[in-house]
């Protein structure tokens, strides 16, 4: 495998840097002379479906899809222009479109629904296999917690996907992206639970329909807002039918992501029902953290998130130093311990070790009944029993409610203190020494 894991910078990897897509079959730089040969796709048609219907999903026999001429699609978002643009992933850019609610006929701006178009840049190294997959899977998948295709457009050298919009955008955006307050909201612990909840319905639903279907990409990127912060998964060009009969496992090329992919897919190919569990824990823990799965710009030995956390995730004593600061403690430890616990079982090395989905959102659901206690409660934002240290969110630039200690500043005055601690403790007089005993006290705080 020439691009799998242990190499983030290797020059194969797909899109966002930590990104790993094996690419024999794969479409790089492809550019259609004709359009693509979809057997049955253009035979596609789409009806409109209440959705309410089917508060449990549905799995429909055949995509219920509309097919999209590129005029249409580029009357929708008024020629793709910039200032639709909601995000930009490894398939391609995604612009914001006006339709017709019951028809989805392009219609101007402000009238109808919203839908957001994914148009396939013809230098993707994603391509034609993910793109059929797609529209293959998720044209056929009605649940609520799994967003909705519209239809598609295959034409010459275009490819586009339409999807229902999700007006709160990615939860990645929200967990990482800084700076941008107004855009991107801090999530409180009932919230972060509420999406939680909400992503693992969508992967109970993939794993107990009739043929379990493994979803293989379960990352913070792809789970998607919308406007009452209710979780969807979106992309399922990576999505796998479930193994058969006894079988276990299904064996395949790697593929999925840094920091998500489970270490017996990654190790061997053998892909699991329970693979996606691990994806779900690495999710549970960033949504936990608000820290990333993979990020080298954290000290060193902190790079891999799963890696660094297993170990805190089992001290009770530590657990608060890693639960998300901007909470700025407003959660009840004993709902955090217990998300900590689920977390461990998810990323357990082992598939057999790991809980069904199933068995994940009843224990997320037990964990959101639980309040905080009136001591957490009367905690004062800062001194507060599970906000006593963020040790492993220094760095971080401040923001409100961020204790000093967790910013870049903090960092810096603490070493002052320190050096003049030792510099007192040096000359070992009575006086100075006392002094930097107080220095050094307060340093600690
Ligand atoms: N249905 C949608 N409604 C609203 N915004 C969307 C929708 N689909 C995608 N987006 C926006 O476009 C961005 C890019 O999405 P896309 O799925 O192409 O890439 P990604 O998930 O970030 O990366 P990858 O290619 O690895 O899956 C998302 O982060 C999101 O902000
Ligand atoms: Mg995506």
Redesign the pocket.
């Known amino acids: 495998m020439g691009n799998c894991v242990g190499t983030p910078d290797s020059p194969n990897l797909?899109?966002?840097e930590y990104?790993i897509k094996d690419l024999r079959n794969g479409s790089m730089g492809i550019t259609y002379k004709q359009a693509p040969q979809i057997n049955t796709t253009s035979t596609y048609s789409y009806k409109r479906i209440d959705f309410d219907e089917y508060p449990d999903g549905k799995i429909l026999e055949e995509p219920n899809l509309r097919v999209f001429s590129f005029a249409e699609l580029k009357n929708a978002t008024v020629n793709f222009k910039p200032d639709a643009i909601?995000?930009?992933?490894?398939?391609?850019r995604?612009y914001k479109g006006w339709v017709d609610e019951s028809t989805l006929s392009p219609s101007k701006a402000g009238v109808g629904i919203v839908v957001?178009v994914?148009k396939l840049n013809p230098e993707s190294m994603?391509g034609l296999d993910e793109w059929k997959n797609e529209v293959d899977f998720l044209g056929r998948l009605l649940h609520p917690n799994l967003?909705r295709l519209l239809g598609y457009c295959l034409e010459a050298n275009e490819l586009l996907l339409v999807?229902?919009?999700?007006?709160k955008?990615?939860l990645?955006?929200h967990l990482f992206k800084r700076g941008s307050s107004s855009t991107y909201q801090q999530f409180s612990w009932e919230r972060r639970l509420k999406i939680a909840i909400g992503a693992a319905r969508g992967l109970t639903f993939l794993h107990t329909s009739e043929k379990q279907i493994i979803y293989r990409?379960f990352k913070a990127?792809?789970i998607?807002l919308d406007s009452d912060f209710n979780a969807k998964l979106?992309?399922f060009g990576l999505a796998k039918v479930g193994p058969t009969g006894e079988k276990s496992h299904v064996t395949t090329r790697v593929m999925g992501?840094f920091g998500y992919a489970a270490p017996e897919y990654v190790a061997t190919g053998h892909l699991y029902v329970k693979s996606d569990v691990y994806g779900f824990g690495v999710v549970l823990l960033e949504l936990m953290t608000s820290l990333r799965a993979l990020d080298t710009s954290r000290p060193s030995g902190q790079h891999n998130l799963v890696d660094f956390a297993r170990p805190i995730l089992t001290d009770r004593r530590k657990l608060a130093r890693l639960i998300d600061p901007r909470l700025e403690g407003q959660y009840p430890f004993k709902g955090a311990w217990l998300a900590a616990q689920l977390t461990l079982r998810c990323i357990a090395n082992e598939p057999r070790n790991r809980p069904s989905m199933l068995e994940v959102v009843e224990a997320l659901e037990e964990i959101k009944s639980i309040k905080m206690t009136p001591k957490e409660d009367d905690s004062p934002q800062n001194g507060g029993q599970n906000s006593k240290s963020n040790g492993f969110h220094r760095g971080r630039v401040c923001g409100p409610g961020t204790p000093l200690r967790d910013c870049l500043y903090g960092q810096i005055v603490r070493k002052i203190y320190k050096i003049l601690f030792v510099v007192c403790f040096y000359y070992m007089e009575y006086y100075s020494f006392s002094l930097g005993v107080c220095i050094y006290m307060h340093a600690c705080l």
Do not use: I, P, R, W
């Open positions: 797909v899109h966002k990104t909601l995000g930009e992933g490894g398939f391609g995604v957001a994914k994603q967003v999807y229902e919009f999700m007006a955008g990615s990645e955006n990409d990127s792809n998607l979106s992309d992501t």
